[in-house]
């Protein structure tokens, strides 16, 4: 149990466009969903809490309109990245915590977006 | 802040055992472990929950020292598969909470 599941893996895209990632909860309801980026050995960075029906929490000094987050079920959670640059390059992982032990996280397997 | 792990790296022989420690400077409701290897999410280990627990199973375990407000992992008779990096994810709340992750400890277990 407690699944998790991202689209794309991979994704190369040029620079301007913009690119939207899924995460989905497969086998339980997901209340809360987080958003994680990640740099070449480096630890993971939360990028915002995405709640159910409601706006997403974006942490200290990340862009709100650069970084779309909209979790529009209790399983599905999207996050756009728009306009991307080069700079946007990273991993970025989602993770879902269940409704009923709320206090775990579970993550996805991850999208490497490239913008060239 | 971010929790401080230590070691930053070990090189292990197979069978040989490991402490990675997990130490913040907030007061914590709950831990979480995790191994990621390359290019690959992180996979959940355990959960530790405030009120001092300690957890396990075969071969990996851990404690939880809220008063101290840290954590350590303990990895008994290594295998190969045990490489990779560990993070610790510390929690504030006893709810959803995000987690803020560990600086984290790259290991590696050789023949």
């Known amino acids: 149990g407690a699944v998790v599941s991202q689209h794309p893996s991979r994704v190369i895209c040029k620079s301007g466009t913009s690119v939207k990632i899924e995460c989905r909860s497969l086998?339980?309801?997901?209340?809360?969903m987080f958003w994680y980026r990640q740099f070449p050995k480096q630890s993971l960075m939360l990028m915002a809490t995405?709640?159910?029906?409601?706006?997403?929490?974006?942490e200290q000094g990340v862009e709100k309109d650069k970084f779309l987050i909209n979790h529009a079920s209790l399983t599905l959670s999207t996050l756009t990245v728009t306009s991307a640059h080069p700079e946007d390059s990273s991993f970025y992982i989602c993770?879902?915590?269940?409704?009923?032990?709320?206090?775990?996280?579970?993550f996805g397997p991850g999208t490497r977006l490239t913008v060239t | 802040q971010q929790p401080v792990q230590s070691p930053q790296a070990v090189i292990l022989r197979e069978g040989e055992d490991a402490v990675i420690n997990c130490s913040s400077s907030?007061?914590?409701?709950?831990v979480h472990w995790y191994r990621q290897k390359h290019g690959e999410a992180p996979v959940f280990l355990m959960i530790?929950?405030?009120?001092?627990e300690q957890k396990g199973h075969e071969k990996i375990s851990a404690s939880f020292n809220e008063k101290k407000q840290q954590s350590s992992l303990y990895l008994t008779a290594s295998q190969l598969s045990y490489s990779g990096t560990y993070f610790c994810?510390?929690?504030?709340?006893?709810?959803?909470?995000?987690?803020?992750f560990g600086t984290g400890t790259r290991l590696q277990v050789t023949l």
């Open positions: 993770s879902a915590a269940p409704g009923q032990r709320n206090y775990e996280q579970y």
């Open positions: 086998d339980f309801q997901a209340t809360t």
């Open positions: 995405s709640n159910e029906g409601s706006k997403a929490t974006y």
């Open positions: 907030k007061a914590l409701y709950s």
């Open positions: 530790l929950l405030k009120g001092g």
């Open positions: 994810g510390t929690g504030n709340t006893g709810t959803a909470s995000k987690l803020t």
